[in-house]
């Protein structure tokens, strides 16, 4: 249902357009107009990465069988390596529909049973974002061995203040093991691991 549909069916109840606008920025939703479609995802994701875009579905297709539609992504590269304790540092941009794009950056230290080192291209898709950018600028904890493949390409998820991200990556090095990290997303660069 769109938003003329909804103001139409609220004003026949006899509510007011104000208080129907009102209702439906308060949910805790996003407007479908401010979600990305599984298309536009999948399309964005296979440009950046350069693989075809039939890969690029069935990942697409695995996260949003999970999570649905989400209201923001980040492109982006990053690096990594560890010896039990481990760091990753990477950068990227956000898109919001309707919204400039905005640099991001992440850090973050691991520990556990892994061992390595790798650079990647992440393709981060973000959830309930609400399109509040200072919503993404916290501590995402996680846990490596929860990472799956799909086509290739390996996903895991982050939850955290009710946002969810659900990072995507591909790239080149060699990386072993399971460990528990977390990375803190920031809007300038800070190599502090911690």
């Known amino acids: 249902m769109d938003r003329k549909q909804f103001i139409t069916g ?3 109840l006899g509510a007011t357009p104000t208080s129907a606008l009102a209702q439906k920025q308060d949910s805790q939703e996003p ?7 599984a298309n536009e995802i999948t399309q964005a994701g296979a440009d950046f990465f350069g693989i075809a875009t039939e890969a690029m579905a069935k ?18 590269d990053e690096g990594s390596g560890a010896f039990i304790v481990g760091l990753r540092y990477g950068s990227g941009w956000l898109f919001r529909k309707g919204a ?10 691991s520990v556990g049973f892994d061992f390595g080192g790798n650079a990647a291209k992440c393709f981060t898709l973000i959830y309930n974002l609400r399109g509040e950018e200072k919503r993404m600028m916290q501590r995402f904890p996680g846990v490596e061995g929860s990472l799956y ?8 998820y982050q939850r955290s203040g009710g946002v969810t991200l659900a990072p995507i990556r591909t790239g080149v090095g060699f990386r072993a093991g399971a ?7 920031s809007e300038k660069r800070d190599w502090f691991p911690l």
């Open 10 to 12: 609220l004003i026949a």
């Open 31 to 37: 407007d479908h107009d401010a979600r990305y479609t």
């Open 59 to 76: 990942a697409v297709q695995h996260v949003f069988g999970d999570l649905g539609e989400p209201d923001a992504y980040i492109k982006g």
């Open 100 to 109: 400039e794009p905005e640099k991001v950056y992440w850090k973050g230290p």
């Open 149 to 156: 493949f799909v086509a290739g390409l390996g996903v895991n």
């Open 179 to 185: 460990n528990v990290q977390y990375q803190v997303y």
